[in-house]
């Protein structure tokens, strides 16, 4: 009763009065979704404590027991307790660690903390090429247009004027051609073999006419891509994603749903 | 910079009322652009309370173009009355008093009654394919891929032997889509108990870390070996967006995990988690709702569940009647809703060749305020 | 003295670019400090920013009903903090179930409104618009509408899950993948500019403030 | 393995290696695409280009580190512009978190052109309250900013002596990376006439540009790209004028990549048929 039931009825109850608020402006019930949201915020507060005690014993335990990289954990406990006694003692000091004359917002949070989450942030321009790499490959129609789609908005993105998209153009037509001799020598039958042959000429040719006009076009076209069939998808994407939120929400609400209870 | 003096004009007419669909203590002022909006510098509102004769104070100002003031801050019950000054420059020009207004507080928003409609037709769907779920009507669920491929990517691994990874994604327990990710996680750790694997569960957030923990047991206890969870193996790394992204790192590196799963909510540093999944060999799956970084699981993970398919999963994995009802009740109302595009565009079309203005009133409707 | 933590803030910079390479010392070194300080840091902007404003400060300033309610935040935080003794334990998923019944309770007002409602109405264009005199451009802004409501459509038919996708309903949600794969694509394509930027941010860094060679 | 084995599955080592030399080389190298600086960044230019020396130019840095890339290089060159024309320089903020980044880009330009703190330039700090600070600004800058962020009283430091509200502030610069700017044209501008230009993230910039046309601010730097054309403008090659060229080199190294990806697997496939 105390353990499964009780908690049940809080989900209940505080679930039901934030869709009651939504409808009705006045009080108590106009401002509650901001008061709750207070709440959370200082509860969620409290729960770091939780955290870092987990953090905490999880890498005393790799010390105590001189596991693997004993000496990371402890080089971790050590910038754990450097930056809240830091912290707190700007805090004590100037009335608010985040005021510019605290020496922990000077130098922890700019020479240390900003640092560390730019750089591993920016390793993403790394990974969003190894990525592209190595997905992007005409498997099925599907990824093909996938390819094409990811292609033309990333070359509609670069700056205008440098002339390096034509450059580029010219290398995935020729690209585009050698690819289309290849897969025609592997096709077993005439027409299939013309086509591809046929295609491989055309891209050849076109290579001209289309590096003198596509660069300027292409902005338009990647806008275009971005504004009418990404937009569709995303639109169906989102519509599936708010039923879907709102029958998990109900199971949760009515106690079907109820994993994190147990 | 000397421009010839340019004479500011008070606005012709000012209208107050009391602002509708709030929760009392406002005020909208409403009136027409100064003849010389162009050059207005802006516009200064001043209320009078409780009679015409009040002193007048100003209670803010717009910039020019603007036609609507919202006076905030009032005392409901009490009257208002309300002039507008139009400045230029240094010069004002003030404009007649409006009529009195009195702020009050309402009970319902009716600028929301298209969304009261449409979440009472569809908890009815809900509620509906709930009570046929209970009197034992058999629902079919098409294949999922990600979610089929659940159990063998935890066989997998095991045969590798190598742990299983599951990363709960940087939400909290408030966020729908963690939520689903811990059902997922409830048979992933069922699974895991039932090949003796080992699950290691980082986490972003505190409360997903106690709820995981609870998860995790409970898996472990339906697949009938509770003596072999260990709690401290789903813990807390920090609630710092890459700072979660470099443990998580350290620890796929480090472990080598066989599995990945990577189900929540998930900002920029998906790609840097799924990437260095990938790297040291693990089997992926992904999930999420978040709508940006879905390109890059689907570019970088074996699997991914999209959007709704996320939602889908804890039906999907247990069979349970009642979650699988729901299901059902939210494919009858995609169908609804596509109804409803059909109308609304034949109707929109129709206003757009005919130019009768009166056939938007079904687009407008579904206006929210 | 802050040459000394531009070193510092380079030194780190360079730990966490190493582990491109592999995982190594250093990389394990600028983790365990990231993990370690962040989760410090945060503890103390949640309370500066969260727990001292919203609580503490809320308390002295407020009266009456307002700051009385606040004992029910105050308890449910007590309440989380039952975790760490375990006989009484299980009065967290007390607090555990507010938080969880607000995001359900949120789920449901933030679909409506922020998704359902409006996409739903956006949805709803016209299929033929005489927008402008040209008939080229008048059919061509049809066919966008056309394919707009097509792919949302199909897309939304990717999404049935309640019958086997064979027949018409197959043909549907073949046309709504493709709409969403080139909608992946197109995003990931978009996205790249960014992550460059950001790289270069710290390339810079790297030659600008640490090494003075730019 | 051969050639199209290879092509197929470059390792991804290679690939980071590539993308590394693709941005450092060109910011090393100086390399420059020169494109015509965007209208309204010029407009920017050319409002504080026609200062006269010893005028007042007041910072308001509202972003933060997620920005950085885009708003510390435009503030780098903007300040570079101020003190190497002798304007007098001050600095605020409404973001906490954002300060001590401006603090450094103010002290290392301020350093370039020996300018001393107090005399040329001075740091005021955050003060909470968004919209009240900047109304107060207008009445009294002292009503706001008793002391500087150190805690030097204001009427000390001679660059403040005679800065009383906006009337002594010959053009604010507010670096945007939310919606802060909106709050100084509402407050600043449309109350107290003062000129404003704004730079602001890719993000926000399009945001702005209505108040560009209202003639409300009287110049807008937007994004990278913004970034770049004012360090063009001044001719200080900083990150974002130096990593144009990158942002083309990368994106034209990954489709290459891809292309190069699918030649071989093509091949690949073909050889696997045989």
């Known amino acids: ?187 077993v039958d005439l027409r299939g073999q013309l086509l591809a042959y046929g295609g491989a000429a055309l891209s050849i040719l076109a290579i001209i006419p289309i590096a003198k006009y596509f660069p300027t076009y292409l902005p338009a076209v990647a806008d275009w891509i971005m504004n009418i069939p990404q937009l569709a998808a995303k639109r169906g994407i989102f519509i599936g994603i708010a039923l879907g939120g709102i029958a998990m929400s109900l199971r949760i609400i009515l106690g079907i749903e109820r994993t994190y209870l147990k | 910079m000397k421009s010839p003096p340019i004479v500011p004009l ?88 409006s009529n009195p207004a009195v702020p009050s507080a309402q009970w319902f928003h009716t600028g929301r009654k298209s969304a009261l409609v449409i979440l009472l037709i569809y908890g009815g769907l809900l509620f509906y394919y709930l009570q046929q779920a209970r009197s034992g009507k058999p629902l079919y669920i098409r294949k999922i891929a990600g979610l089929e491929a659940v159990d063998e990517a935890v066989g997998r691994s095991t045969e590798m032997g190598r742990p299983i990874l599951f990363i709960p994604g940087i939400g909290y327990v408030s966020d729908i889509p963690t939520l689903a990710a811990l059902a997922i996680l409830k048979r992933v750790a069922k699974k895991a108990a039932e090949y003796e694997a080992e699950i290691i569960v980082p986490n972003f957030d505190p409360i997903v870390m106690t709820a995981a923990q609870e998860v995790v047991k409970e898996g472990f206890m339906e697949a009938g070996r509770p003596d072999l969870y260990n709690e401290k193996n789903v813990y807390f790394l920090t609630a710092d967006q890459f700072g979660y992204a470099a443990g998580v790192d350290g620890i796929m590196v480090r472990e080598k995990p066989g599995a ?73 109302a995609k169908l609804g809703f596509i109804a409803v595009f059909l109308i609304g565009i034949l109707l929109e079309t129709l206003a757009a060749i005919t130019g009768n203005q009166a056939l938007h009133f079904f687009k407008n409707w579904f206006s929210l305020f | 003295m802050n040459v000394l933590w531009t070193w510092i803030a380079a030194g780190l910079t360079l730990a966490i670019f190493s582990f491109l390479y592999k995982d190594n010392p250093f990389y394990k070194f600028a983790e365990h400090i990231y993990v370690g300080s962040s989760a410090a840091f945060w503890f103390i902007y949640l309370w500066y920013f969260d727990i001292k404003p919203k609580l503490l400060d809320a308390w002295v300033m407020n009266t009456g009903f307002e700051k009385y309610i606040l004992i029910v935040p105050a308890i449910l935080s007590v309440m989380m903090l039952t975790r760490f003794i375990p006989q009484i334990a299980w009065i967290s998923r007390w607090a555990i179930a507010f938080t969880v019944g607000m995001g359900a309770g949120l789920g449901i007002t933030g679909a409506l409104q922020g998704f359902l409602v409006p996409q739903v109405q956006a949805t709803m264009l016209p299929l033929w618009e005489p927008v402008s005199s040209s008939t080229l451009y008048n059919l061509g802004h ?73 | 393995m051969n050639l199209w084995d290879r092509l197929a599955t470059i390792d991804r080592r290679i690939i980071y290696l590539l993308v590394a030399l693709g941005v450092i080389i060109p910011i090393v190298a100086k390399l420059s695409f020169r494109v015509t600086p965007l209208r309204e960044v010029r407009q920017a230019y050319e409002e504080i280009e026609k200062l006269p020396p010893g005028s007042v130019v007041l910072f308001s840095i509202d972003y933060d580190a997620a920005s950085m890339p885009e708003l510390q290089p435009m503030l780098v060159a903007m300040l570079d512009h101020c003190f190497r024309k002798n304007l007098k320089v001050l600095m605020m903020g409404h973001w906490p978190l954002g300060l001590p980044l401006g603090q450094i880009a103010l002290e290392q330009v ?100 209505p108040y560009l046309q209202a003639g409300q601010i009287v110049g807008l730097i937007g994004g990278l790209r913004g970034a770049a054309d004012y360090e063009q403008l001044v001719q200080v090659p900083g990150p974002a004028f130096l990593g144009m060229p990158a942002q083309t080199i990368i994106h034209i190294l990954v489709v290459v990549l891809i292309i190069l990806g699918n030649l071989g697997y093509f091949a690949r496939r073909q050889g696997g048929r045989r």
């Open chain 1, 1 to 187: 009763m105390m353990r499964r039931t009780i908690p049940l009825i809080i989900t209940f109850i505080s679930g039901i009065l934030l869709v009651f608020a939504l409808f009705i402006p006045h009080k108590p019930f106009g401002n509650l979704e901001e008061r709750f949201n207070d709440w959370y915020i200082i509860v969620s507060g409290f729960t770091m404590i939780l955290g870092m005690d987990s953090l905490l014993l999880h890498h005393w335990n790799k010390i105590r027991r001189r596991q693997a990289d004993w000496f990371h954990s402890a080089a971790l406990i050590v910038a754990f307790a450097v930056t809240l006694v830091w912290g707190f003692y700007s805090g004590i000091k100037v009335g608010n660690p985040f005021d510019p004359k605290s020496t922990f917002l000077q130098y922890f949070y700019t020479y240390v903390f900003v640092p560390l989450q730019a750089t591993m942030f920016s390793l993403l321009a790394f990974f969003i090429a190894s990525a592209a790499y190595r997905a992007f490959r005409a498997r099925t129609l599907n990824a093909t247009l996938l390819l094409v789609a990811a292609v033309v908005v990333m070359l509609g993105r670069v700056p205008k004027g440098s002339g390096a998209s034509v450059v580029l153009f010219g290398i995935a037509l020729v690209a585009l051609a050698v690819g289309l001799v290849l897969h025609g020598r592997s096709l």
């Open chain 2, 10 to 97: 008070p606005v012709p007419s000012v209208r107050a009322y009391d602002t509708p669909n709030d929760a009392g203590g406002s005020i909208t002022v409403e009136w027409e652009l100064s003849p010389v909006d162009s050059v207005v510098r802006m516009y200064e509102v001043y209320r009078l309370e409780g009679s015409p004769e009040a002193e007048p104070v100003s209670a803010g100002f717009v910039l020019r173009g603007t036609q609507k003031f919202q006076d905030n801050n009032l005392k409901d019950g009490e009257t208002y009355y309300y002039f507008v000054r139009t400045w230029v420059g240094e010069e004002y020009a003030d404009s007649r008093l």
């Open chain 2, 260 to 332: 990945v799963f990577l189900q929540g909510v998930f900002y920029a540093e998906s790609l840097i988690l799924a990437e260095t999944g990938h790297s040291i060999g693990a089997i992926q799956i992904s999930g999420t709702t978040s709508v940006t970084q879905l390109p890059f699981f689907i570019a970088a993970t074996d699997y991914t569940l999209i959007g709704e398919e996320m939602y889908a999963a804890s039906a999907y994995l247990s069979r349970d009647p009642l979650s699988l009802s729901t299901i059902k009740a939210e494919d009858v």
């Open chain 3, 142 to 214: 049809s066919l966008n509408n056309l394919l707009l409501v097509l792919g949302t459509i199909t897309a939304i038919f990717y999404f049935y899950f309640s019958r086997e996708h064979k027949g018409g309903l197959g043909v549907l949600s073949k046309i709504g993948i493709t709409f969403i794969m080139v909608a992946f694509g197109a995003s990931f394509g978009y996205t790249i500019m960014a992550r460059v930027s950001l790289l270069i941010g710290r390339i810079y860094f790297l030659f600008h403030d640490w090494l003075h060679l730019v």
């Open chain 4, 110 to 209: 301020a350093q370039k052109y020996h300018k001393k703190y107090g005399v040329d330039y001075a740091f005021l700090g955050f003060r909470p309250g968004v919209a009240a600070v900047m109304i107060n600004l207008g009445k009294d800058l002292r009503q706001v900013f008793n002391t500087d962020y150190r805690g030097t009283p204001v009427d000390s430091l001679p660059v403040l002596r005679n800065v009383h509200n906006y009337n002594d502030i010959a053009i604010l610069v507010g670096l945007e990376a939310g919606a802060t700017g909106d709050a100084w044209v509402q407050f600043a501008q449309a109350r107290y006439n003062q000129k404003i230009i704004l730079g602001a993230t890719a993000v926000v910039a399009p945001d702005l540009y």
